[in-house]
């Protein structure tokens, strides 16, 4: 078994938008350097390097760091000396594997309690023997590890809570992820927060598609989190989460301001921006933070704004009927 950087669950993955946005990016703008400031799963990455020379790809969890540097960072890595290294550890039997952070807060939880002894397993001898490995493969390890637990994970898709009442199986199975080269390219990995990284990057385009309701990723993932950073945090509440961490203003009712200021902020000749009007929703968390209309303003303060429905039709400013609408692109082409 093996990983893709799209086969996770994430989400406002963009991964069945990927072909209408690319697209649609081809058909607009002209450059040499792409940024994906808000990269979430990095699957808009993916398809976007293969165009550019100069790619930037930031998100402030972790966790997709660490995955990011793993698919994308050029640096050689030995694959066979960490396959040797991952069946050396998986070979020793369960029974063996004493209780770790993994078994003891998760177990018969997120994973059945096997699972959780096995991943929790992994993660510590990774870090007891992290000075045998370099940058790249270290991210290769906790990455695999990511992916792997997150297949068999006892949830919706999501960490906000694990499904109760029934025993789970032993599913777990390690996989490693497959590194992409583009050795042609020159790649740039951030662990930013989004307003802060605008106003030091200067790219030809800029992909921003940022939460748009009240549902925190750090929270929504706080396990991948937490086995990427094995710092042994106190867990609360029934979904065991960590003590708050990159708690996003998208999500907040500051959403509209901080987008303004990133829009304003940029250094780049396009903009373009991802927007779905799941603000009509019934549930509260699921609100948007952001109006169609705020999202409007604050572009065309920067130049003319082209406006794509996922149907891909395009229509002016200003003079939508978008009720039937689900999945907006925004292309504005920034005034000199
Ligand atoms: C809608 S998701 C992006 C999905 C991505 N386009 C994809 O295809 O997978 C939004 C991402 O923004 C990140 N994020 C939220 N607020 C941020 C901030 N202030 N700075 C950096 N990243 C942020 C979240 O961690 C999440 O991964």
């Not at 078994?1 to 994430?10: A, L, T």
């Not at 929790?120 to 991210?139: A, H, M, P, S, V």
């Not at 989460?241 to 907040?252: A, F, H, L, V």
Request: with cysteine.
């Amino acid at each position: 078994m093996s990983f893709d950087i799209w086969n996770r669950n994430y989400t406002g993955s963009k991964l069945k938008l990927i072909d209408w946005i690319d697209e649609l990016i081809e058909q607009n703008c002209k450059g040499h350097s792409f940024c994906d400031i808000f990269a979430g799963t990095g699957t808009v990455t993916l398809k976007e390097i293969q165009k550019f020379d100069h790619i930037v790809i930031n998100d402030f969890l972790y966790s997709n760091n660490i995955i990011y540097n793993a698919f994308f960072l050029q640096e050689d890595y030995d694959l066979l000396k960490l396959q040797n290294f991952i069946e050396k550890i998986t070979k020793n039997p369960i029974e063996n594997i004493q209780d770790n952070f993994f078994s003891i807060n998760y177990g018969e939880k997120y994973f059945s309690y096997n699972d959780c002894k096995r991943i929790g397993n992994i993660r510590n001898y990774i870090d007891k023997e992290k000075n045998k490995f370099n940058k790249k493969e270290y991210c290769i390890l906790i990455a695999s590890l990511l992916y792997s637990a997150d297949k068999i994970a006892n949830t919706v898709g999501h960490y906000d809570a694990y499904k109760k009442g029934k025993k789970l199986e032993d599913k777990f199975v390690f996989g490693f992820v497959k590194p992409y080269t583009f050795r042609d390219k020159t790649i740039e990995i951030y662990r930013c927060d989004s307003n802060e990284l605008a106003k030091k990057i200067n790219c030809d385009i800029v992909y921003i598609d940022p939460p748009y309701n009240s549902r925190q990723y750090s929270r929504f993932y706080h396990i991948l989190e937490t086995l990427t950073k094995w710092d042994n945090p106190q867990l609360a509440g029934v979904a065991l989460k960590p003590p708050q961490e990159n708690m996003s203003s998208y999500c907040t009712i500051s959403a509209k301001n901080v987008f303004n200021d990133l829009i304003s902020s940029l250094r780049c000749s396009y903009i373009i921006v991802s927007y779905n009007n799941t603000y009509n929703s019934k549930s509260k968390s699921s609100k948007n933070k952001i109006e169609y209309e705020e999202i409007i303003n604050s572009l065309q303060n920067r130049g003319e704004v082209k406006i794509y429905s996922k149907k891909h039709h395009f229509f002016n400013a200003g003079k939508t009927d978008f009720q039937d609408h689900k999945e907006f692109l925004f292309i504005t082409k920034v005034k000199k």
